[in-house]
């Protein structure tokens, strides 16, 4: 098969870099990299030379080399390094791989690192893949090292997010040991607030930390930085001055102009990539990361209660209109990719009628995934599909409105059950996930949920998972007022982590907790995780499951989802009536307006109970909706469970 690799632009012979700025694992091998993509274009503008090295395409590559000879079970391929940088990433995984000499060497804690993995269900194969991964660590480094060092850098930058925090800091300590002069930096999600100050204390061979939004201080910090003057001290700054670490603070407000960032460039990851033996096996995945805006602003008026995505930076920015389809065009054009996953915390509402339907109206098969929120109206699912928004993550995280009510989502579970059946009817993806193990949550809701799942196996199925207390959630900023305690980080960060207790809770980004009343949800959390497990299972053979027909005075329902009864219905001209009113949700009396004069509310009633008896319908505060699907439905693609 031959497989089209997405392009990178010819370029012309570099001079040596004055920076170097770097990708480590577990960047996802299928994206380039937008945070170093807009920091690259940030310099460049400034005249300041530099270049990216996706060092995390390196890392698979040099697995998959090492291993290619080996038995098939015993190889490394993109799969499992997929798996450490998603599915285990909440155990540390990543970071524990890179955590070797000069970095940490504790033999005793690394057997207790693994025992505590195997008692937490994490597989041994999953085990055993990523302690062969380790061992290939130090190699990879020294390699990685030697390349940086021959293209002469002055200044290495490193970006990291979630689990490229120990590999960057391994990797530069071991180029600060070999090249005392260059200046190393670090910057990324990891970093904010208390974080980036804790690792700059920490660790003393990074330099400086760059806290917050880079884009307006970073060309002024690295001219300073390659010509050798003092780091000045700007908002968001960690520097050291006479070996102390100094931490200026966080500007409240972000004074970065969205329509003055340069477009990112991903040139050098599309060439790193099209060097190495796994690209066709990741060319067909290959996804354009574009923002078109930062901040929530959800967030801004609600904060939810377990988020911390946001960090310091809430207040919601957007791009112009003309400035996001202009962006995308040109990224299509100049990468040969039609795909883009936007990194937006939540959609700009505005874009709905500013700029998607200029993007429909292009008539390119471009695909969008965005995050919104589970209030849209079907005209705005449609309007995003007609768009090429062919997924979303529209934060649904319950199928219970008292535990949505206590998260601050703004919505209710008849909301979310209604977006779902429209994203099925649409051809729209949804990535989502019901969460449990909030404080104070009605532990009825969980019998009750567990109870609704086989009434909606025919809609695409969410993740599983207990809540994480995250740092700049407002259950990490005010945990007595919602009865939680923090007990300490993670149970996994002391097992990568050579630094004491009180850096390494300033460290940390996600923490263990109680609960003030004493409840432990696994007790009654159980049967709703089971009900999700056998959806999944599911999935997507049950996919679409539950259709109706209408005919000449009568309607048809057809019920084969997994589960349940085979079954089929058939309802006269004014039940079929009955049941289409409710297809957007109704009331009874909405219902019997809509059928109109001569219409009983006792007997709209009564049928609307039975179609909930049936699992034909579902019933919340008097609204009823109507769960079958339309058998006429456009085809969806990536069935594939994930």
């Not at 690394?110 to 041994?124: I, M, N, W």
């Not at 936007?342 to 339907?357: A, F, H, K, M, Q």
């Given at each position: 098969?031959?497989?089209?690799?997405?392009?990178?632009?010819?370029?012309?012979?570099?001079?040596?870099?004055s920076?170097?700025?770097l990708?480590?694992?577990?960047?996802?091998?299928?994206t380039?990299?937008?945070?170093?993509?807009?920091?690259?274009?940030?310099?460049?503008?400034?005249?300041?030379?530099?270049?990216?090295?996706?060092?995390?395409?390196d890392?698979?590559?040099?697995?998959?080399?090492?291993t290619?000879?080996?038995?098939?079970?015993?190889?490394?391929?993109?799969?499992?390094?997929?798996?450490?940088?998603?599915?285990?990433?909440?155990?540390?995984?990543?970071?524990?791989?890179?955590?070797v000499?000069?970095?940490?060497?504790?033999?005793?804690?690394?057997?207790?690192?693994?025992?505590?993995?195997?008692?937490?269900?994490?597989?041994?194969?999953?085990?055993?893949?990523?302690?062969?991964?380790r061992?290939?660590?130090?190699?990879?480094?020294?390699?990685?090292?030697?390349?940086?060092?021959?293209?002469?850098?002055?200044?290495?930058?490193?970006?990291?997010?979630?689990?490229?925090n120990?590999?960057?800091?391994?990797?530069?300590?071991?180029?600060?040991?070999?090249?005392?002069?260059?200046?190393?930096v670090?910057?990324?999600?990891?970093?904010?607030?208390?974080?980036?100050?804790?690792?700059?204390?920490?660790?003393?061979?990074?330099?400086?930390?760059?806290?917050?939004?880079?884009?307006?201080?970073?060309?002024?910090?690295?001219?300073?930085?390659?010509?050798?003057?003092?780091?000045?001290?700007?908002?968001?700054?960690?520097?050291r001055?006479?070996?102390?670490?100094?931490?200026?603070?966080?500007?409240?407000?972000?004074?970065?102009?969205?329509?003055?960032?340069?477009?990112?460039?991903?040139?050098?990851?599309?060439?790193?990539?099209?060097?190495?033996?796994?690209?066709?096996?990741?060319?067909?995945?290959?996804r354009?990361?574009?923002?078109?805006?930062?901040?929530?602003?959800?967030?801004?008026?609600?904060?939810?209660?377990?988020?911390?995505?946001?960090?310091?930076?809430?207040?919601?920015?957007?791009?112009?209109?003309?400035?996001?389809?202009?962006?995308?065009?040109?990224?299509?054009?100049?990468?040969?990719v039609?795909?883009?996953?936007?990194?937006?915390?939540?959609?700009?509402?505005d874009?709905?009628?500013?700029v998607?339907?200029?993007?429909?109206?292009?008539?390119?098969?471009?695909?969008?995934?965005?995050?919104?929120?589970?209030?849209?109206?079907?005209?705005?699912?449609?309007?995003?599909?007609d768009?090429?928004?062919?997924?979303?993550?529209?934060?649904?995280?319950?199928?219970?409105?008292?535990?949505?009510?206590?998260?601050?989502?703004?919505?209710?579970?008849?909301?979310?059950?209604?977006?779902?059946?429209?994203?099925?009817?649409?051809?729209?993806?949804?990535?989502?996930?019901?969460?449990?193990?909030?404080?104070?949550?009605?532990?009825?809701?969980?019998?009750?949920?567990?109870?609704?799942?086989?009434?909606?196996v025919?809609?695409?199925?969410?993740?599983?998972?207990?809540?994480?207390?995250?740092?700049?959630?407002?259950?990490?900023?005010?945990?007595?007022?919602?009865?939680?305690?923090?007990?300490?980080?993670?149970?996994?960060?002391?097992?990568?982590?050579?630094?004491d207790?009180?850096?390494?809770?300033?460290?940390?980004?996600?923490?263990?907790?109680?609960?003030?009343?004493?409840?432990?949800?696994?007790?009654?959390?159980?049967?709703?995780?089971?009900?999700?497990?056998?959806?999944?299972?599911?999935?997507?053979?049950?996919?679409?499951?539950?259709?109706?027909?209408?005919?000449?005075?009568?309607?048809?329902?057809?019920?084969?989802?997994?589960?349940?009864?085979?079954?089929?219905?058939?309802?006269?001209?004014?039940?079929?009536?009955?049941?289409?009113?409710?297809?957007?949700?109704?009331?009874?009396?909405?219902?019997?307006?809509?059928?109109?004069?001569?219409?009983?509310?006792?007997?709209?009633?009564?049928?609307?109970?039975?179609?909930?008896?049936?699992?034909?319908?579902?019933?919340?505060?008097?609204?009823?909706?109507?769960?079958?699907?339309?058998?006429?439905?456009?085809e969806?693609?990536?069935l594939?469970?994930?």
């Amino acid at each position: 098969m031959t497989v089209r690799t997405p392009r990178a632009r010819k370029r012309r012979a570099r001079a040596t870099p004055s920076v170097m700025l770097l990708a480590m694992p577990w960047q996802w091998l299928s994206t380039p990299s937008i945070q170093l993509g807009l920091l690259h274009s940030v310099l460049e503008r400034a005249e300041i030379r530099s270049e990216v090295r996706t060092l995390a395409l390196d890392f698979m590559e040099h697995c998959r080399a090492e291993t290619a000879a080996r038995p098939e079970a015993e190889r490394i391929t993109v799969r499992d390094y997929g798996a450490v940088a998603t599915e285990y990433d909440g155990v540390g995984l990543g970071d524990w791989i890179f955590a070797v000499p000069p970095f940490r060497d504790d033999p005793e804690s690394d057997a207790r690192y693994l025992s505590t993995l195997r008692g937490r269900g994490v597989p041994e194969t999953a085990i055993a893949k990523a302690v062969t991964m380790r061992r290939l660590v130090p190699a990879f480094l020294v390699r990685a090292a030697d390349e940086v060092l021959a293209a002469g850098p002055r200044v290495v930058g490193f970006t990291t997010t979630f689990g490229q925090n120990v590999p960057s800091l391994v990797l530069a300590k071991i180029l600060a040991s070999r090249d005392p002069s260059l200046s190393i930096v670090f910057g990324g999600t990891n970093c904010d607030g208390p974080m980036g100050a804790a690792l700059h204390r920490a660790f003393p061979w990074v330099d400086v930390v760059v806290r917050g939004e880079a884009e307006r201080i970073l060309p002024e910090l690295m001219g300073d930085l390659v010509a050798g003057r003092p780091v000045r001290p700007r908002p968001g700054l960690c520097y050291r001055e006479d070996g102390r670490s100094i931490a200026v603070p966080q500007s409240g407000a972000s004074d970065v102009v969205m329509d003055e960032i340069p477009l990112p460039s991903f040139d050098e990851y599309f060439e790193r990539l099209g060097k190495t033996g796994f690209v066709e096996e990741v060319a067909l995945d290959v996804r354009l990361l574009y923002e078109s805006a930062r901040g929530c602003w959800w967030g801004a008026i609600l904060h939810c209660t377990f988020c911390g995505v946001n960090g310091t930076s809430m207040a919601f920015r957007s791009k112009s209109p003309d400035r996001v389809v202009e962006e995308v065009t040109t990224l299509a054009r100049r990468h040969g990719v039609l795909d883009f996953d936007v990194v937006d915390n939540i959609i700009d509402l505005d874009y709905l009628r500013t700029v998607l339907p200029r993007l429909k109206a292009l008539g390119y098969g471009m695909t969008f995934f965005y995050e919104t929120k589970a209030n849209l109206k079907k005209e705005q699912v449609r309007l995003l599909r007609d768009a090429g928004a062919t997924r979303i993550q529209p934060g649904l995280e319950s199928l219970s409105t008292p535990i949505l009510k206590l998260m601050r989502k703004g919505v209710t579970a008849f909301q979310n059950v209604r977006l779902l059946k429209w994203c099925a009817e649409l051809g729209v993806r949804v990535s989502w996930n019901v969460l449990h193990g909030f404080p104070r949550e009605p532990v009825e809701e969980y019998a009750r949920m567990a109870a609704l799942v086989p009434s909606l196996v025919h809609l695409e199925p969410p993740h599983d998972n207990p809540i994480t207390l995250q740092r700049f959630s407002p259950y990490h900023s005010r945990p007595a007022e919602f009865g939680l305690e923090i007990v300490g980080p993670r149970w996994w960060y002391p097992y990568v982590y050579p630094i004491d207790d009180a850096t390494l809770m300033d460290l940390a980004y996600s923490f263990e907790h109680r609960h003030a009343d004493g409840r432990d949800p696994r007790e009654y959390v159980a049967p709703l995780s089971r009900a999700i497990e056998a959806w999944r299972a599911g999935w997507p053979g049950g996919f679409r499951s539950l259709r109706y027909r209408r005919g000449p005075g009568f309607l048809v329902v057809h019920d084969r989802r997994p589960g349940l009864p085979r079954a089929d219905y058939t309802f006269g001209e004014r039940e079929a009536r009955v049941y289409t009113a409710c297809e957007d949700g109704a009331t009874v009396a909405e219902v019997c307006a809509a059928l109109g004069e001569g219409a009983g509310a006792d007997d709209v009633a009564q049928f609307l109970r039975r179609l909930v008896t049936l699992r034909l319908a579902y019933e919340e505060r008097g609204r009823y909706l109507a769960l079958a699907l339309a058998a006429d439905l456009p085809e969806i693609g990536g069935l594939e469970p994930r």
